[in-house]
């Protein structure tokens, strides 16, 4: 079964530009899409096909890929995008999502 | 206006049974894969099951195979988990997603607690 790997945590200051990685086999073979997590809360999507950001997302998400590796990178952070990021992707009907980062922005 | 609506979430005894269901509106159900994802009390994400769009098609994640069912009744828009012999590790919310490739829509989640 494919596996997907974060770092469990990133931090940067407001306005800085914030990384956040995603390794696995399947990012070479398949798409994958970055939700956002706040507390309470049901994820959202934030990137989808590896590069998309969907329409009401603000544009200083955008995402990247590099062989296995995809990076959802938010330029300019905001203390709004405090949260807990998830890569997921899907392979022969069976999902698989990243362990998580949680973003912390002060 | 896509919605997803769980129910059926509860307090459940460790060996004990619960049904979970996710009504389905706005969008034509019987087109799309359906999936559940859970996510246990200050844990991650964790994909759990999906079904094709006329059941053809059914996978579980290898820490509920055997003990979870997923099915769907295409004429009730609805989506069904059984969960047999629960376990504690199995607390978490339970939510609904739409398409195994997108998980573009999500319900709000229903919390299953394993306790004794």
């Known amino acids: 079964s494919y596996e997907l790997t974060q770092p469990s945590s990133v931090s940067v200051s407001p306005g800085q530009t914030a990384r956040i990685t995603c390794s696995g086999d399947i990012v070479a073979k398949k798409y994958v899409r970055w939700f956002q997590q706040k507390p309470g809360q049901a994820p959202v999507v934030v990137i989808y096909k590896d590069s998309e950001r969907p329409s009401g997302i603000p544009e200083r998400f955008s995402g990247s890929i590099s062989g296995t590796t995809v990076t959802l990178t938010i330029s300019g952070a905001q203390v709004e995008d405090e949260s807990d990021y998830y890569c997921y992707s899907a392979a022969d009907n069976r999902g698989v999502f990243g362990g998580g980062t949680k973003l912390t922005v002060l | 206006e896509v919605q997803l609506v769980e129910s059926g979430g509860g307090l459940v005894k460790p060996g004990g049974s619960l049904r979970l269901s996710c009504a389905a509106s706005g969008f034509t159900f019987s087109s799309y894969s359906m999936n559940w994802v859970r996510q246990a009390p200050g844990a991650g994400l964790e994909w759990v099951s999906s079904i094709s769009s006329v059941s053809t098609y059914i996978n579980y994640a290898d820490s509920v195979k055997g003990r979870f069912t997923i099915s769907r009744d295409n004429a009730k828009n609805s989506l069904y988990l059984q969960l047999n012999s629960l376990r504690a590790d199995d607390t978490a919310v339970y939510y609904c997603?739409?398409?195994?490739?997108?998980?573009?829509?999500w319900g709000q989640g229903t919390l299953v607690t394993v306790s004794s």
């Open positions: 997603a739409r398409d195994i490739s997108d998980l573009d829509y």
